[in-house]
């Protein structure tokens, strides 16, 4: 309380300190860094590590996109959190145990931290392969949109197209019979 109170001016309030926004490109590209090295330190067997590096990899590519989720999304929160919490956390908890014991003793379901582990893993990464399907499902349906547009702007497009392989070739042929060739449409000429 400052002499100013007992006169009965307020003091100022101190501005609250900003709050952290969600973390940029390049802090979830530096987590996914992070875990990827205190796996590999950590000597996880080769069923977590290529279980582990499928996942940052989906969300690697993923992290670009992450704007056309929109803000505030459940994918969007979903690619962050796997980036910053969960894989941290589910490679932690397995590297804290002693590795004999983590990889042969069940302690759930009868199942072994390192089976849970890679179960985990894997639940992650059908996740993520959702997310990025539905990022770049929301590309491909700008595909269409714009191919209607163009159909309203200028006329139906062209089906396709047809290679026409089951027609008869249409140009005229030249066969060398001699003096006063003839043509035969659909035909090609011998080779000289």
Do not use: C
Request: a negative charge; charged letters at 20%.
């Amino acid at each position: 309380m400052g002499i100013r109170s007992w006169f009965g001016r307020s003091e100022p309030e101190a501005p609250a300190p900003p709050r952290p926004g969600p973390p940029t490109e390049d802090q979830l590209l530096g987590a996914l860094d992070r875990v990827e090295q205190q796996a590999r330190d950590g000597q996880v067997p080769g069923v977590v590590l290529s279980r582990l590096l499928r996942v940052t990899r989906i969300v690697r590519d993923t992290v670009p996109r992450l704007a056309d989720l929109g803000i505030g999304s459940t994918q969007g929160y979903s690619v962050m959190a796997t980036a910053t919490d969960y894989l941290p956390v589910a490679i932690g908890n397995y590297l804290r145990l002693p590795r004999d014991w983590a990889d042969t003793r069940p302690i759930a379901g009868g199942k072994s931290s390192v089976m849970l582990l890679v179960d985990q893993l894997d639940l992650l990464g059908a996740t993520m392969d959702k997310v990025y399907d539905a990022v770049l499902r929301s590309d491909a349906e700008a595909i269409i949109v714009h191919g209607q547009f163009l159909e309203q702007k200028f006329g139906a497009g062209s089906g396709g197209g047809s290679l026409g392989l089951d027609a008869p070739d249409p140009t005229p042929q030249t066969l060398p019979n001699g003096p006063g060739s003839q043509t035969f449409p659909g035909r090609l000429a011998p080779p000289e």
